[in-house]
């Protein structure tokens, strides 16, 4: 089983910046894909980036391209997602996830995390 957990969610002005951490831990925890998903309340959960294993395959969505940057931690089971020019239509919980794969469909992911809540206020 492998374990996630997010932090570094809070309330921030629009234009601001913050970075959300997210550790895996677990016995089975090998060599997994890690992404960002968000979901704001009455909308679907939507994918925000991801990175593979070794770091070399790294995926955005549109409305974060330019803003937001994902990588990876040593050691390599922790990701990162540094978000700038943070807008009000950002806030949304967010959320980590593993598998094996990178990929950008919620359903293809196995492991996700508790979620933290980013605000940005306008």
């Known amino acids: 089983q492998v374990q996630l957990v997010e932090s570094g969610g809070g309330l921030v002005q629009a234009g601001g910046s913050l970075r959300l951490s997210c550790a895996a831990s677990g016995r089975t925890f090998s060599e997994y894909a890690m992404a960002w998903f968000r979901q704001a309340p009455g909308k679907e959960r939507e994918f925000v980036a991801a990175?593979?294993?070794?770091?070399?395959?790294?995926l955005y969505g549109d409305s974060v391209k330019g803003r937001f940057t994902i990588s990876r931690g040593n050691p390599k089971n922790t990701v990162y997602l540094q978000m700038n020019s943070l807008k009000p239509e950002d806030t949304a919980v967010y959320y980590c996830a593993a598998d094996v794969e990178v990929a950008t469909m919620t359903d293809e992911y196995d492991y996700w995390g508790q979620g933290t809540q980013v605000t940005v206020s306008s």
């Open positions: 990175i593979s294993w070794s770091g070399g395959s790294i």
